[in-house]
Each structure stands twice: as structure tokens, then as C-alpha cells.
């Protein structure tokens, strides 16, 4: 059964500060994975999509990374923001048209 | 208007009910899915539909019934729902094949009395 967990639960940052979210999995064999972000009562934002043969991908002050082998994928935030405040998830393609996502780690960054 | 459109946001019906949700994408996309989010569990895949057929049917009750007119409209039908049934329904579309990414509407917001 696959499995996409995300740690911490939850997390409570200055503003400033740079950070990292993890996801992990526990089957490789993926065709890509995916970071959300999702504003209370809102729908899901896609931010970075990372294809199974990339390590990497970036937009403005986020960096997502993918390592297959160790089945793990971290979100890096640079320079924190209280508008980042906001719940992150992460899914994981397996099968045609199947995602199966982690419960998400919810941030707030304190002005 | 563009991206991923649901309606209504919010919902409140008695269990007698019969309601029905809407979805609809404007970004061409060819396969569209029913998520289920309830507090503090992972999103859940109810439905999957790919060039109009549904190819997935996630174990869900049969008091949900999707229905998918064309590849741009996506409907879930409700009837006697019980009050676990009460979350955050939220639609998404894709363009199907092992690149694309998922593209989320607001949700509709559930509350079954």
C-alpha cells in the first residue's frame, strides 16, 4: 500500500527564517510528485510539480528536491513571509491518474 | 474565467436531501476527479473520470453519484448522506498522462444536519 507522509504536523517559524517541509514515501517506483498549498477553507494552489527523472525544481523562493532511492522530497522556503502561512501538501503519482497525498504541514510564520 | 470552478461553496442539507455539486474547468483538460477532505485526514480519492468514462471508482457509497456531461462539467449528485459524509469536496481536472500536474477548484464546503 502506498504511503505519503509528512513531518512535522505542524510548524511555527519567525518571519525571516528559511525552512524545510519533508515528504516521504514509501514506494519509488513514481512518475512524479507534487507540492500544494492549501489556505484555510480554500482549495489546493499547485507550486512545483517534479517529474520522476528530475532532482530539482524552483520558482521564486521555493526549492523542491526529489531523491527516488530514499523515497523523500523536501520543500525548501527561503526568507519566510507571513503570507507563506498556510497548510503544504505534497502527492504522489503511482498509477495513471491516481495521487495519493500526505496529510500536510501546516506553517505559520509570526511577523 | 479561467482554472477550476466549483459550486456552490457551501452546503447544508438534511439527510432526506438531494443535492447535487458542480465542477467545471477551463483549461482543456481531458480527465477531471472527486476528492473527499475531512479534518485532519489525507485527501481522498472518491472519483476519477478520463475522456468522459470513469475509470476510477474509489470505494466510494453509492448515496454519491458522479456524472461527467463532457470533459469540461463534472457533477456529484448527493442523496441520503449521512453526517460523516460533512467535508470539503473539492474537484480537480488535468491534462491526462504521467507529466501533468492536478489543478484544484475552491471545494465546496459539506455540512450534512
Known amino acids: 500500500k502506498q504511503e505519503v507522509t509528512q513531518i512535522p504536523a505542524a510548524l511555527s517559524v519567525p518571519e525571516g527564517e528559511n525552512l524545510v517541509l519533508n515528504c516521504s514515501f514509501t514506494?519509488?517506483?513514481?512518475?512524479?510528485l507534487q507540492w500544494f498549498r492549501q489556505d484555510p477553507g480554500k482549495g489546493l494552489t499547485s507550486l512545483l510539480l517534479?517529474?520522476?527523472?528530475?532532482r530539482e525544481q524552483t520558482s521564486g523562493r521555493l526549492n523542491a528536491s526529489l531523491d527516488k532511492s530514499s523515497g523523500r522530497s523536501t520543500l525548501y522556503i527561503a526568507a519566510s513571509q507571513p503570507g507563506d502561512s498556510a497548510t503544504y501538501l505534497c502527492?504522489?503519482?503511482?498509477?495513471?491518474?491516481?495521487?495519493?497525498f500526505g496529510s500536510g504541514t501546516k506553517l505559520n510564520v509570526k511577523p | 474565467e479561467t482554472g477550476v470552478t466549483q459550486t456552490p461553496r457551501h452546503l447544508v442539507m438534511g439527510m432526506t436531501n438531494k443535492k447535487s455539486l458542480k465542477c467545471e474547468q477551463h483549461?482543456?483538460?481531458?480527465?477531471m476527479y472527486w476528492y473527499k477532505q475531512s479534518a485532519k485526514k489525507p485527501l481522498e480519492l472518491m472519483f476519477v473520470?478520463?475522456?468522459?468514462?470513469?475509470?476510477e471508482n474509489n470505494s466510494v457509497p453509492s448515496r454519491f453519484s458522479p456524472e461527467c456531461p463532457n470533459s469540461s462539467h463534472l457533477f456529484l449528485h448527493l442523496h441520503t448522506l449521512q453526517p460523516e459524509d460533512s467535508a470539503l469536496y473539492l474537484c480537480a481536472s488535468s491534462q491526462e498522462g504521467y507529466r501533468a500536474p492536478l489543478h484544484f477548484g475552491n471545494g465546496t464546503r459539506l455540512t450534512v444536519t
Open positions: 517534479i517529474q520522476s527523472s528530475q
Open positions: 502527492a504522489v503519482l503511482y498509477n495513471f491518474n491516481k495521487f495519493y
Open positions: 483549461l482543456g483538460h481531458n480527465a
Open positions: 514506494d519509488s517506483a513514481i512518475y512524479n
Open positions: 473520470y478520463s475522456l468522459e468514462e470513469r475509470v
